[in-house]
């Protein structure tokens, strides 16, 4: 066993993300930040880095540099991996140079603009034998693990019905006039792509409802709304879906839900039971049975399956939130990258990758061309 | 002040509803059951009122004869009012006799199986002068009542953004075959009408909506599901919906929801504010801001307004339930009629009535014909 | 089966316990209200006899001339029983004349003033064959019968720990000196007794523990407090208990408790297994279990005992509170006397009664008496 | 600004609390770990070590060991302060040895065996001048740094009563005869010193009501248990405390409450508002008040003080646990050491350090000592 060596791309100061992948990345002491290309200036690149103790001579101006002077460096002591953390349109880029030098990619999400960047991506990972994981993070969280076995293993027998929302407030007032910078770019068409807050969060609840389910969504009829004045994107939305297998739900996703701070909850309904998970309270499970009283399940508590236990650090009653949940992902990176150095073989390695990555950006363009046709079923 | 007399159409051994309507119709004192026509057979309604300390000259084998023989007695003695608590079919027929022989009525919902049939009883009291209460119940409860205060009084702002869902699981396996009574008729078209669930339970849910917003749903797009094998109604559903005033919102039900008992619950958003309402935990009312803490709001608790003080009966911290909001619609039902009787005016009484009913048979006329055109949107 | 006739002493016009008294006596329909001495003054009595639709022949000065009256009635006509309300220093006289001619009791706690009385009164139920209720109400809510039935069939072990608060706010500031009549007489030791908050609501506490455990406190400690200014009487207070077989607890309350509503709430661990419940939301039971999932129980809900189904009226996820809870004291009283009336032997009747009071005047003496020697151990 | 460097003692393959701290200590990338006497054997230490990417220069058999080599190390390479996660009879060997050498003090606690050693410890960090951090983890937590603020600044008006407890249930069964190495040296004299889960758990819940109110228990009186057959050492306890100021209050704690995890909860009540926190659930603090609604404040939400605003690392909504705050116990040691080597002045540090130490004894001892006098009442 070795530390995995990381190299960042944006998540300079002032950056909200950056700090939290840092701080995944190295909760497990499985990983190091070597270097960085934290902003588009040398300068204030090379700020960033010495606020993380890194030496002037890894802290790079733009991401081209790095990937080519680290690749420059021995095998050794250059990065293993890129983790880019930049706004939605500096994405590709990084990610298909990363990909065409030999570094593998973290890499935040949405994937991609659009989706022919997104399959392009998919093919570079496919042809370069090089892995990439997509930090969507709640799937991280050992209570989504278990409710994904439950469902894998027929506790719940065929789902019929899923509702899922994601709600926040934070953009309910118009606070990018006001210069606020998680709001600037999110709210701008050339930094974010095609969804505003469909982008930024609906995209979570779509790859939550697919992973715990192991089932895809096929279509959707989207009602997206812009409340926030002069908005270019939608800050809000409601969504209908069908799924392989039968099941139907509902997507409701919202950044001007005044007072909601990271509303994410999701129910699943099966022919003999149900679960209910709520990201805000992520240390609960809560089921319902056809014939037994509602259980409870929690980390590290009684009945769970393997790999609820595994994404748990610590004891049965001990809180463990966003920041672990997004370190699980990490960690599962590692985990396959050194098997993989080691010439192991992971049949079926549990973090998000480069096809979440191109569903995200699938869904995403079906939500906009269905609200473009007054929420006409579209096809995923 | 003297007490109302209540005549009841329906209700017999084993009926749930009707006893229901019973004890909420007493628990205030103010109204007394004084006959019935409790089943359809003569036999079956006297052993019925016998349960209920009748005597057997005021039990009738159908509601054609009570109302003939209650109305035959002196004023002092007949029934004032009558209420039915028959399945959908039979609402319609009794109502309208009622109102025509100079009796108020109180309802089950949905209204009646058409829109003919509903605005031909909105025509009915408009003309007579009588009194029409619906039973949506979900109204009686102060923290409803808090919560429509609230949106009334511009706390919230205007409104964006309403979710409401209404879930319940004991359809999930057909337990209309093994001739369970309440899902036997339920799931039969000729005793529903056109909706199955649709009718049961999401009419709650939309009359909830506009009830707590003060505004109409203008158009819906709905998703109706038929999960039971065999069944000719829906029993699942999902529905976007577009209100006056520009908000927009989502109506998930069910009947399917393994597990789930009675939960309709309902967040509603605006520009300031925002609220959230749950029925199974029905005595707190969650309100969220912009710039406060959350904020929650208990039955004769702190800051209430006068509306939702009016509407508990006891203490802070006594919980109350189903059956004293169900009361409180009979409540403000027979202080009306005791106002009209005493040439009192009441502007605004405060429990669901006729246009209520029309409301209801109209949301479930679009529901059915949208999921006809695939969820396409149709004006409600 | 006949409607049993109700004579009810206090609870006049402004009275809060006497309303409630009545709707709980009457949800049932299982017994009506006939007459009353409402107040102590004649004229009074009337007027709130006449708000109750009563002839002001059946509304009494006093109580003693309401039992004289009654008892001249003929059989079929007179009250059967009396429902005593008032503050506690007015339980005593009217129980023991009630008793000593021949009508049964329903009487509020707590039962005396002290534990002469309370054992007289025991001696005259013993002697004279006729039934006693003390209205504990919390005992009628199913969840707390489901608790009860539980730890009776073994299901938690032998019990080792109990913990049991009950936290009210309403004192927090001298509302007396302002005349709120609630509050005059619970301050007054000539009205309340030797305790405060104590007997008001710590009898409560004492009497679930009692009840769910099945077994008795043995031995107190006490420290109460009285933090109102000038306050004769405790309105807060922290208790140490042991109890039979072995079980320890500690046993909080106050009504000094600021924002506290009516949070009665009750832990009970056993060797195996352990139980929650909570009066504020009293429809779901917590349990705990050494390898099982946390599992929650719901009124109507899946596998609960049969003493816990008895006790609802409605279906699962409609909410019951505390009107409710009071009503099934009243009920499985109603359905005693109904039994005894029948000749039908009813073993082990399911509502408190005398020896409940009894226990409850033992411990408050206890805990007087532990606290004036600076919580030293007293025996119950 | 620099990278502090960490000598941890104790700690090993399978201990859970080491990695704990390493966790936490690394969070906010302030601190690395340099070295360690993770196991009383040389080879043991050095292959924990080696798991942790330390050389095995760095890995030490025995802490006297470390503290002498590491202190002939230049000062730019020696570690800056030790971190000593041993069982309670470890703690003051090396404390004091790392004090009389220069080495700052992360302690876990309780922190010695009894009040002579604790005091000599106190005694030693006033002559040094070296810093001391004790880790009760509980104060990290935003919520309670907000809880405290609120009282600091008489928002509750003085304190009346506070309730406690920290009740797990994982000894309900005697684990410890099956070896499990958690239970093992908890359960025994030797190794805990006079308390068990007063030790363990009820020193956390005393810090935490001293920490909340800024005031002192000033006496108690406790009846302890030992319900695991053979214990020598309580396993449960119920607590009666009277405090500074004129606060009553209660403590309870169990490590046999079957099914709890880890359910430290308090509720502190003043006299023009009270608050209340659950550790299982620390994302929000719940306020109630003499005339507003509840109020519920969550991390980053509104109107937080800046204490609670600062320990919190992530946006509203996303949930932070167990190990973020025991980060933030490191971080403001961190913050304290680095601005001492700075030559600047933190009046106020907000970590428990020494003082909470010897307060922490003093609470077992006075606690012991009362139960075995069958809970009369002692100074703390």
Redesign the interface.
Known sequence: M??LRMGMIGGGRDS?IG??H??AA????MIELVCGAFSSSEAKSAASGR???LPDTRCYGNFEEMIRKEKALPPGGRMDFVSIVTPNNMHFAPAKMALENGFHVVCDKPMTMNLKEAEELEQLVATSGLLFALTHNYPGSPMVKQARAMVKNGE?GTI??V?V?Y????L??PVEKSGQKQALWRVDPAQSGLGGALGDIATHAENLVEYITGSKITEL?A?L?R?GEGRLLDD?G?I?F?MEHGA???L?F?Q????????LSI?V??????LEWQ?????QLI????????????PR???LYPEAIAAS????????????AFATVYKNFALHLLALENGLKIEDPDYPGVKDGVRGIKFIQAAVLSNEK????VKV
Chains 1, 2, 3, 4 share one sequence.
């Open positions: 070795r530390k909200f700090d939290v840092r701080k190295g909760l497990d002491g606020d993380l103790f719940l019929r019905k509702q929302h709600l926040q407030g934070w309910a007032t009829a009602d709304n409340f809000d409601n209908l069908r139907r739900g509902s409701s919202s001007i839900a005044v007072g909601e701070e990271n509303n129910r309904y099966g022919e003999k039971g149900s990201q805000e309270n992520p240390n089921t319902r049975w056809l014939d037994k009283p509602k259980m409870i399940f929690t508590g009684n009945q650090r610590i004891p049965a009653g001990h809180p463990e939130g966003y920041l672990e007054n929420a006409a079923w």
